[in-house]
DNA sequence: GAGTGGTCTAGACCACGCT
DNA sequence: GCGTGGTCTAGACCACTCA
């Protein structure tokens, strides 16, 4: 693969160095060659290589030391998500080891509560798109979520959605809007009514997560009540230290 | 305040910046004065105040867009922490609005079982030192934490360790020793036996925090075990999307 | 079209770790 | 002392948003 000027070439070379780390020409451990070199190999100034890497150390996947080098970090297969990657189940099922499959339970229309509507910015009784699906890892149900959209914000208000596709893209393809940041709650609950439908016994212990989706222009568009099975899956992140 | 050529410019700068949130010159929702204005303000080069906003901005405090400008992000008050800056409970607590007390239960050496060696690369049986600590908010307990590390670590076997200390300054100051990354293991548990001790009913449920914290040289220091009180402190985190 | 943030360059010097 | 990553500069052009 070369360098061709269309995407950021910060882009290209970080997917380049992704595949070294995938194809083990950077196995874990190894010591990268140093900027300057990248910098000569790729020809680009050392500037850029410094923005790939700054990104790559950020989500924990490399370890620079002033004075020594930058190193593959060894630990990072044992995690399974990363700064600004909680909010996508699909790829924290499979960062796991499993394969997902997502399955829509119900994708019907309801008026907003008090609190929806509140956290949405709304007036309570709105309607909302709501959308109930199980996610499974390897045919085990591990994750069950439910999202809220305020129904008027629909391109095509008969459209049909798809419910197996990733709430990136639905929010992509049926309501054109793009996320800018998430907040995440995270606290844990006992199992109630959704205990028969993740397969466990009721009174057993979950994980609950509320995210809030926030639009390019700083409005809640989406609320996000889900329910983790952690003896199956364990939400596992690094963190850089500074 | 201005800027002095000793600590980093951008540090300096990145301080500054944080001081005019809290003050609420640049106030919630906010629109920050262009890039090359502040680089003019601060004497300094556009990739400098780069640099400062792209800390920023991975912290969720500002959302940049391009054509338009730069705008304090009025949610992150509703927040008490972001993916790397889930390890310090104090910070936690305090962010959350709450007064931190941290008190010290127990500071024992005990023997590595082999769960625990294994985690931290040691031989099982080998001596560590357990430190068994209580965070809690308005003089309400909330964490309850214990912190294994290996006493061979220990600068001096005898020292008498401050146990109010958060951990950071506990590894600095008795271990020398400087933390690179963490991995956090995020679940949730039934209260057991150390439910009396959070004043809370046995079998109600609780968030489990498993840490790992690696050295500079990519080797496990410490490994801590927490559980909090989520009826009192949620963890709440903000996630750029990108 | 004017102004914003996003990308990129080609230099420079500094702080740190090794040997 | 040498090579590493860390910081910084002064430019340049591009992509985007908004009036």
Chains 1, 2 share one sequence.
Do not use: C
Not at 6 to 14: A, G, H, L
Not at 114 to 128: K, N
């Amino acid at each position: 693969m070369r360098v061709i000027r269309s995407k950021p070439i910060s882009e290209q070379v970080n997917t380049i160095i992704r595949e070294r780390f995938r194809d083990a020409t950077y196995a874990p451990g190894f010591r990268l060659p140093s900027e300057s070199e990248l910098s000569k190999e790729f020809g680009v100034s050392r500037a850029t290589i410094r923005t790939v890497f700054a990104k790559l150390a950020v989500e924990g996947l490399i370890l620079r030391k002033q004075g020594d080098g930058t190193y593959v970090n060894e630990r990072i297969q044992e995690v399974n998500t990363h700064l600004g990657g909680l909010w996508d189940f699909a790829h924290l099922i499979e960062r796991s080891g499993f394969e997902v499959s997502i399955q829509p339970l119900l994708i019907k229309k309801v008026a907003a509560t008090e609190d929806e509507a509140h956290v949405l910015a709304i007036d309570a009784g709105i309607e909302l798109l709501s959308m109930t699906r199980l996610f499974s890892a390897n045919s085990q149900p591990v994750i069950l979520a439910k999202n809220l959209i305020p129904a008027s914000l629909l391109l095509d208000q008969n459209a049909e959605i798809d419910g197996h596709l990733r709430i990136r893209e639905i929010l992509k393809q049926y309501f054109r809007q793009e996320i800018s940041f998430v907040t995440t709650e995270i606290s844990s609950a006992l199992a109630g009514e959704n205990a028969h439908i993740l397969n466990i016994r009721p009174r057993t212990h979950l994980l609950n997560l509320k995210m809030i989706f926030y639009s390019k222009d700083n409005k809640p568009l989406t609320l996000g009540k889900s329910y983790l099975n952690d003896d199956i899956l364990k939400l596992r992140l690094v963190q850089a230290w500074n």
